[in-house]
């Protein structure tokens, strides 16, 4: 078999995993700044997503805000007109009352 594997007289055994482990608690270091790392990116990815949202919903209640005032100041012209048109309609019929009196009296005449 060559010896391999095998002790010599007088040979302590290394410790068990002592060249893993000094390999594997390097790598976990290397792993666990890796996790962080990409626990702080993802933490500043979901504020930059937080942030736009922020905005664009500003940017959705100003745009809305800005309409809605739109939509009132319409409202109340529309209100106003009508407040000058239902006058003006009682005074139309009114006149086609008296166009009508005034084509009976022209035909009696």
Not at 65 to 88: D, G, N, W, Y
Not at 99 to 104: G, V
Request: charged share 25%; aromatic share 8%.
């Amino acid at each position: 078999d060559g010896g391999v594997g095998k002790m010599m007289p007088g040979e302590t055994p290394p410790p068990a995993g002592t060249a893993a482990a000094g390999g594997a608690c390097a790598n976990c270091g290397i792993l666990q700044q890796n996790i962080n790392e990409y626990i702080a990116a993802l933490i500043a990815l979901k504020q930059k997503m937080i942030d736009g949202d922020i905005c664009i919903f500003g940017n959705f209640f100003f745009y809305c805000t800005s309409h809605f005032r739109e939509i009132s100041a319409l409202r109340c012209q529309v209100e106003k007109m009508l407040q000058k048109i239902l006058p003006l309609e009682k005074y139309q019929e009114e006149l086609g009352s008296l166009k009508a009196e005034l084509e009976e009296k022209k035909v009696r005449l």
